[in-house]
């Protein structure tokens, strides 16, 4: 989307469509999505700052992130976000982070991990902590986010999100075990944005393709988003019919 423009309803960029190996040369999860009245980034790979600045997008646009779970491929970029907002891109109004139970501890604690003398330092511009669980409800700007849990850690909380606003609604699965509650959760959405890391490997607690497959006719969205794309299935794209994501892949919804 071009800056300074607002989408009639919602669009979605993508900025990191990969596992958490970088395959293909992709960045890890990260995708824009924006609606009438804001911006909100659904999960922060460590290279968000590198996907959004190829893409002539700046990261002052952002007005809140939402984290499905707190592995580094899908939350490290927070910490980068922070460090833009002291110094590259000053940051006066608040950012607010969604995400499951733990997410201002761990988010600092990255920070400081990685920028250890920034501790102690009061941040210039306010940050405030949602935490969200299987059920909740945020409104974010002019978008409601319902969360829910999937199958993927096996102790900490993992999320799915779906996004309504403008009449609009966006269903991500984050990181997830294939499990028939993708079929209900993703009923009646413009667009499912689904992990799918292997074609037909099993890996614990991520998506096969083969399992999409065999679930095709059951799934009520209107578009089937495939994402979290390992090496095999870059490997074997041209034997998927649907769609696989890319990193800067712009889509509008609705």
Known sequence: MAPGTRPAKMSLTCLGTSDAFGSAGRHCAGYLLD?????????????????MKAQQRSPSEIDAVVLSHLHGDHFG???FLILEYCYESPRERPLVVVGPPDTER??????????????????P????????????VTEVVDARVESFRVPHQETAISLGHR???????????????????????????DVFLCEC??????????????????NHASFGCDRLLLTHLGREMRARSGEIPDQLANDGLELEIG
Do not use: N
Request: glycine content about 10%; proline content about 4%.
């Open 197 to 214: 890391s292997t074609f037909d490997t099993r890996v614990p607690r991520h998506v096969r393709y083969v399992d999409i497959a065999a």
């Open 35 to 51: 609606t009438r009245q804001g911006c909100i980034l659904v999960d922060a790979g460590p290279g968000i700052l590198t996907a």
């Open 106 to 123: 761990r988010v600092f604690e990255l920070y400081h991990a990685l920028y250890a003398e920034m501790r102690g330092k009061p941040l």
């Open 77 to 79: 970029g927070v910490a």
């Open 125 to 136: 511009f306010e940050i405030r902590f949602v935490e969200a669980v299987d059920g909740s």
């Open 163 to 189: 996004l309504r606003a403008g009449g609009t609604s966006l269903v991500y699965s984050g990181d997830t075990a294939w499990t028939p509650d993708l079929l209900r959760v993703s009923e009646g959405a």
